[in-house]
């Protein structure tokens, strides 16, 4: 597959790929650290939410390479497109970024670079501090940008007990994201089967919203009352599983109620690239 070829699920067969799409598509400011194969150094590199000026990569002046998700990048490919930034940062001298990406049509994918034996875990940041590496890279310039940054995140947190599940304090709203990796078609039927008994939201006050398709997965929203929390769904996260698993094994057809909660929750349904 070139570089310019739509890939729809860039990042399927790592076993990172949750969080991954989290960096991209959820979370204002968090990270993990991932290891490149033997066959390419083997050196670690932190995936970033975020890089200083949506750079795609970074050369760290500590040597620290970093990858920016949620940079814009050129072509149709998010794995090639990452992969090619990190190789060109590898190849930089230490202080240096990827501002202008370039993907050859032969460029490799992340799944093609990656060691994905390693478990990894994504932390959620407070602030975006994590860009530094405590090595003189704090100068006046470079903290102005760090409280504009700062000023702009929004509250979020991985939800103990619910994996791969995100809370985020919106401002008037507070939200529930939880990536799944099943195939749509079963996730659709699953909330519609507890939508369509009324069992689709997760504690008083609120409300499954939607879902949304963000690089091949699916992740379901719900609206959270001021103050609910991240430790509020903690509270409810095992019977919310258990309901959620529940309904996604049930091989059962939808009932007409199901038919009709289901046609209300894809019409809702948005796509993210």
């Known amino acids: 597959?070139?570089?310019?070829?739509?890939?729809?699920?860039?990042?399927?067969?790592?076993?990172?790929?949750?969080?991954?799409?989290?960096?991209?598509?959820?979370?204002?400011?968090?990270?993990?650290?991932?290891?490149?194969?033997?066959?390419?150094?083997?050196?670690?590199?932190?995936?970033?939410?975020?890089?200083?000026?949506?750079w795609p990569a970074l050369h760290r002046k500590d040597g620290t390479l970093m990858v920016g998700m949620q940079a814009t990048v050129p072509g149709g490919d998010l794995s090639?497109?990452?992969?090619?930034?990190?190789?060109?940062?590898?190849?930089?001298?230490?202080?240096?970024?990827?501002?202008?990406?370039?993907?050859?049509?032969?460029?490799?994918?992340?799944?093609?670079?990656?060691?994905?034996?390693?478990?990894?875990?994504?932390?959620?940041?407070?602030?975006?501090?994590?860009?530094?590496?405590?090595?003189?890279?704090?100068?006046?310039?470079?903290?102005?940008?760090?409280?504009?940054?700062?000023?702009?995140?929004?509250?979020?947190?991985?939800?103990?007990?619910?994996?791969?599940?995100?809370?985020?304090d919106a401002g008037s709203k507070e939200h529930l994201r939880w990536v799944r990796s099943e195939d749509e078609e079963r996730v659709v039927d699953a909330i519609a089967r507890l939508h369509a008994r009324r069992e689709s939201g997760i504690g008083e006050g609120t409300r499954f919203v939607g879902m949304f398709r963000a690089e091949g997965l699916t992740i379901p929203v719900w609206d959270l009352p001021k103050g609910f929390g991240a430790d509020g769904v903690s509270a409810v996260a095992d019977e919310l599983r258990e309901r959620f698993e529940a309904a996604l094994a049930c091989e059962d057809d939808l009932t007409v109620m199901e038919r009709r909660a289901r046609g209300g929750i894809v019409a809702r349904q948005v796509t993210l690239r």
Request: with cysteine; hydrophobic share 45%.
């Open 1 to 54: 597959m070139a570089s310019h070829t739509l890939n729809p699920r860039p990042f399927a067969g790592l076993s990172c790929e949750r969080e991954l799409v989290a960096l991209r598509e959820l979370l204002p400011a968090a990270s993990m650290t991932l290891r490149l194969n033997k066959e390419h150094g083997g050196r670690e590199v932190v995936f970033a939410s975020v890089l200083p000026a949506l």
């Open 80 to 168: 090639r497109a990452f992969a090619a930034a990190l190789l060109e940062a590898a190849e930089l001298e230490a202080g240096q970024a990827v501002t202008h990406l370039q993907i050859p049509d032969d460029a490799p994918t992340l799944q093609e670079i990656l060691d994905d034996s390693a478990p990894v875990e994504l932390t959620v940041h407070e602030t975006f501090d994590f860009w530094l590496d405590g090595e003189g890279e704090r100068t006046e310039d470079m903290s102005a940008a760090l409280q504009e940054a700062n000023d702009t995140i929004m509250p979020s947190r991985a939800v103990a007990g619910l994996e791969h599940a995100y809370w985020v």
